[in-house]
């Protein structure tokens, strides 16, 4: 059973960084996409950034220009780089993978909050 396991949320003030990191287990294959979605306190989750095993990016506009997500050099790690943080990135951020480009998403992990102070 694959399992994700994210680190590296906190508190910073706005205009700060984070990087979060995720580290999936359980399997020896190549992860095709794994990514970061974030829920705020209210709200819906939503897609924060993806990246395929092939390197191909996709962001959300908010993450556009402030964001980068990467995959590390050991097999099915990925990280995302958040620079400029704003208040309204306060959430608790979720790394997601699947195999499928064309599926839902088949692994979670527990999530890690990102709280941005003013």
């Known amino acids: 059973q694959v399992q994700l396991v994210e680190s590296g949320g906190g508190l910073v003030q706005a205009g700060g960084s984070l990087r979060l990191s995720c580290a999936a287990s359980g399997t020896s294959i190549s992860i095709n996409v794994m990514g970061w979605f974030r829920q705020a306190p209210g709200k819906q989750r939503e897609l924060v950034a993806t990246?395929?095993?092939?390197?191909?990016?996709n962001y959300a506009d908010s993450a556009n220009g402030r964001f980068t997500i990467s995959r590390g050099n050991a097999k099915n790690t990925v990280y995302l780089q958040m620079n400029s943080l704003k208040p309204e990135d306060t959430a608790v951020y979720y790394c997601?993978?699947?195999?499928?480009?064309?599926?839902?998403?088949?692994?979670w992990g527990q999530g890690t909050q990102v709280t941005v102070s003013p």
């Open positions: 990246i395929t095993s092939g390197g191909s990016t």
């Open positions: 997601a993978a699947k195999w499928s480009g064309h599926t839902p998403y088949d692994y």
